[in-house]
C-alpha cells in the first residue's frame, strides 16, 4: 500500500507539473495578463520573468518525471519503435533552418511581416519550424515508448506546440491585420500546404544548405550520444 501511495503520488506531481508548465504559458501568454504586466513591467521584463517562470516549471517536469515510476501503458515494438529515427532527421532540420531564420512568429521578431518579403525559406513551408520540430519528437517518441510518465511530460510539451500556433497567430491576426492577411497568403500552418496550393515557391537552396547540413550532423550526434544522455538506445531490438 506504501509502495502503490508512493508510486501514485510520484505520477501526480508529475501531472501537476505538466499542467502548471502548459497552463503557465497559456495564462501568461494570452492578452489580457500579457498585457497586463507588460504595461506594468515592460516588454522585456516581462519576458524575462516569462522565462524564469517557464524554466522552474520545466526544471520541476524533469524532476517529476525522473521520479515516476514505470507504468507501461502499451508494449512499444513494431513500426512505431522505428518512428523516432524515421521522423527525427526532418525535425531536427525544421529546428535548425526555424532556429536561424527570419521568423515574423518567433519572438520580438514580428515587425517583420511589415517587410516587403515576410516569409523566406523554411516559413514558405510552414510558419512554425521549431514547433513542428516539436510536434515530430513529441509524437515519435510516445509512440515508441508507451510508458505512463514518458506520455505525460512529452505529451505535455506536444500539446502546448499544437496549441501554441493557434494562439500566436490569433495575436499576430489581431495585431497586424492586413500585413498578417498578406503573410498568410503565402505561407501556411501546417508544412507544405501553401507550396503545394500554389500560394508560394521556393528553391531548396533557399532552406540554406548549411542549415540543412547542421541539423542532420545534430541528428548524427544525438544518436551517437542518445544512451548516454537517456540511458536508452535510439535503435529497437
Not at 513591467?41 to 522565462?51: A, I, K, M, T, V
Not at 520545466?58 to 502499451?74: G, I, K, S
Not at 513494431?78 to 518512428?83: H, I, S
Not at 500552418?189 to 521556393?202: E, K, N
Request: charged share 15%; hydrophobic share 60%; net charge positive.
Amino acid at each position: 500500500m506504501a509502495q502503490y501511495g508512493s508510486m501514485t503520488g510520484s505520477i501526480a506531481a508529475l501531472v501537476v507539473a505538466s499542467l502548471l508548465f502548459v497552463g503557465s504559458h497559456l495564462v501568461l501568454a494570452g492578452p489580457p495578463v500579457r498585457d497586463a504586466l507588460v504595461g506594468r513591467l515592460g516588454e522585456r521584463p516581462f519576458l524575462g520573468l516569462y522565462s524564469l517562470v517557464s524554466i522552474a516549471l520545466f526544471v520541476w517536469m524533469v524532476l517529476a518525471w525522473r521520479d515516476a515510476p514505470d507504468v507501461e501503458l502499451w508494449v512499444a515494438g513494431g513500426v512505431p519503435a522505428y518512428l523516432p529515427l524515421v521522423l527525427m532527421p526532418v525535425a531536427f532540420i525544421l529546428l535548425a533552418c526555424g532556429y536561424f531564420a527570419a521568423n515574423p512568429m518567433a519572438v520580438m521578431q514580428d515587425k517583420g511581416l511589415r517587410g516587403e518579403d515576410p516569409a523566406r525559406g523554411i516559413i514558405k513551408v510552414t510558419r512554425h519550424p521549431v514547433m513542428w520540430a516539436t510536434v515530430l519528437w513529441a509524437g515519435s517518441h510516445i509512440a515508441a515508448n508507451g510508458d505512463l510518465a514518458a506520455v505525460i511530460f512529452i505529451g505535455a510539451l506536444l500539446v502546448l506546440a499544437v496549441v501554441g500556433m493557434g494562439r500566436i497567430e490569433a495575436k499576430k491576426r489581431a495585431t497586424f491585420g492586413d500585413d498578417w492577411v498578406r503573410f498568410a497568403a503565402v505561407t501556411s500552418r501546417i508544412p507544405f500546404v501553401a507550396l503545394v496550393q500554389g500560394r508560394t515557391t521556393m528553391a531548396v537552396a533557399e532552406l540554406g544548405w548549411w542549415k540543412v547540413a547542421l541539423g542532420l550532423a545534430l541528428y548524427a550526434l544525438f544518436i551517437a550520444a542518445h544512451g548516454w544522455l537517456f540511458g536508452v538506445s535510439p535503435v529497437p531490438g
